[in-house]
């Protein structure tokens, strides 16, 4: 089944206490990209990724990381949480030449 | 640079009505439009989109949008509202790729929450 693939789900943590979320796809698409959605300012794109070790900054990119050293994989981090970044966090893959993104079913995080 | 704005954060229809969606988008170059769906506790999925082709979009679910560049709008509309079609609502815009967009930079409105009464 093709699917994108977020871990964890849920996750409190505390500021400063660094963190990786990861997403993994089998669909051998070429794009991959983070966003987090808030409420009252839907989702906003936080990295971006258009193919193995090429990756650029989305509108929100500030307290994050991102590495894309094998094409399936685009992990998330961040390397000093604060309470700012608490957020629901979606990783998403498209084949490049299409907008049809693949979405994960989100990673909820809460910094305290 | 491109935008996105969805009119009305909260929308409400009785079962049976017309959904009506309203997305206006900002975009210096001929754009790609689409309009996404997200389920509660779930990621969102496509449901129709448009790359220059026909202005009339067909999704999923019954789901339908006109692209009026004139009025630089894609409005969502289903003409007889179901309980499942009560989620959230996303209008993107990104750039084709002939004009050196980057493919999978979507820029998103900031939603429109569907709710249908019984």
Known sequence: ?112 | AQSVTQLGSHVSVSEGALVLLRCNYSSSVPPYLFWYVQYPNQGLQLLLKYTSAATLVKGINGFEAEFKKSETSFHLTKPSAHMSDAAEYFCAVSEPPNYGGSQGNLIFGKGTKLSVKP
């Open chain 1, 1 to 112: 089944e093709a699917q994108v693939t977020q871990n964890p789900r849920y996750l409190i943590t505390v500021t400063g206490k660094k963190l990786t979320v990861t997403c993994s796809q089998n669909m051998n698409h070429e794009y991959m990209s983070w966003y987090r959605q808030d409420p009252g300012l839907g989702l906003r794109q936080i990295y971006y990724s258009m193919n193995v070790e090429v990756t650029d900054k989305g509108d929100v990119p500030e307290g994050y990381k991102v590495s894309r050293k094998e094409k399936r994989n685009f992990p998330l981090i961040l390397e000093s949480p604060s309470p700012n970044q608490t957020s629901l966090y979606f990783c998403a893959s498209n084949r490049a030449n299409t907008g049809e993104l693949f979405f994960g079913e989100g990673s909820r995080l809460t910094v305290l």
